[in-house]
């Protein structure tokens, strides 16, 4: 157990749905961080918040947001979701806003969009 | 454009023959680069972080080392469990910015 929890494992949903990914960060660590992984663009940076403020942004569509919450933990809503949003969803926790010693990830969420 | 390649993308290697993987990188502002193990279906374990050119870190078998273009991971004399996709990832700045740009990794396979 890495100490970052990730909400639901598995999610199945139809196109054109909206679903909300949960992150609890490690205790102690104040980043959060999203990525998307799928088979053949590896992983992709979507968006960081520290402290409940967003300090860095990737490549996330304009369908997705993110938020922190003042106890840390952080959900990612996807919307209007297409077959191609089929991916595994990473969070990942560190103690500061720069990942100076690398980040801690969670075991994912796996999202399937039928 | 900022970029990070890894290679080879597969490897296969008998138990106790040694190997190294590559990570090349161009980007701007590098402020760290990441070396990361990942398991099938799981996150991506930390392993090391490499900050200067000629900087090098060791854990168990692993070693990995950092120049200015590229990062090397050496495995020595790995065993079955070695068996993973080994992930590179930077730590850029522009304008202010963070951002962290992981490459596709290099699924290694160790065979007993």
């Known amino acids: 157990d890495s100490g970052v929890t990730q909400t639901p494992k598995h999610l199945i949903t139809a196109t054109g749905q909206r679903v909300t990914l949960r992150c609890s960060p490690r205790?102690?660590?104040?980043?959060v961080y999203w990525y998307q992984q799928s088979l053949d663009q590896g992983l992709q940076f979507l968006i960081q918040y520290y402290n409940g403020e967003e300090r860095a942004k990737g490549n996330i569509l304009e369908r997705f947001s993110a938020q922190q919450f003042p106890d840390l933990h952080s959900e990612l809503n996807l919307s209007s979701l297409e077959l191609g949003d089929s991916a595994l969803y990473f969070c990942?926790?560190?103690?500061?806003?720069?990942?100076?010693?690398?980040?801690?990830f969670g075991s994912g969420t796996r999202l399937t969009v039928v | 454009e900022d970029q990070v390649t890894q290679s080879p993308e597969a490897l296969r290697l008998q138990e106790g023959e040694s190997s190294s993987l590559n990570c090349s990188y161009t980007?701007?502002?590098?402020?760290?680069l990441f070396w990361y193990r990942q398991d099938p279906g799981k996150g991506p374990e930390f392993l090391f972080t490499?900050?200067?050119a000629g900087e090098e870190k060791e854990k168990e078998r692993l070693k990995a080392t950092l120049t200015k273009k590229e990062s090397f991971l050496h495995i020595t004399a790995p065993k079955p469990e070695d068996s993973a996709t080994y992930l590179c990832?930077?730590?850029?700045?522009?304008?202010?910015?963070?951002?962290?740009?992981f490459g596709t990794g290099t699924r290694l396979k160790v065979l007993a």
């Open positions: 490499l900050y200067s």
């Open positions: 205790s102690g660590d104040l980043s």
């Open positions: 980007v701007s502002g590098l402020r760290g």
């Open positions: 990942a926790s560190s103690v500061d806003n720069r990942a100076n010693y690398g980040y801690t």
């Open positions: 990832a930077v730590q850029a700045i522009t304008s202010g910015t963070y951002k962290y740009i």
